[in-house]
């Protein structure tokens, strides 16, 4: 599961087409949806909703992905 309590020690970046996200990295769709990218399978990718469910998208559609922080 996915949530924004999940997301609290990443940093959401400026949006870039889903192919050159990293794999296994939280994204958030133009549509302001939070997956969990997992990779690129050809012209769709395979992602997971917060429920679990799997989520194909485009892999050139443009997303904001997340970085985790950095720690001191």
């Known amino acids: 599961m996915l949530?924004?309590?999940?997301l609290k020690d990443w940093i959401e970046q400026p949006?870039?087409?889903?192919?050159?996200?990293?794999?296994?990295?939280?994204?958030?769709?133009?549509n302001g949806?939070?997956?969990?990218?997992?990779?690129?399978d050809g012209m769709y990718s395979l992602s997971y909703d917060a429920n679990g469910n799997p989520v194909h998208m485009k892999a050139w559609v443009k997303v904001n992905p997340y970085r985790k922080?950095?720690?001191?």
């Open 33 to 40: 949806m939070l997956l969990w990218f997992s990779h690129i």
């Open 15 to 30: 949006s870039i087409p889903l192919y050159d996200v990293p794999r296994e990295t939280p994204v958030k769709t133009p």
């Open 3 to 6: 949530s924004e309590i999940d």
């Open 69 to 72: 922080k950095q720690t001191p």
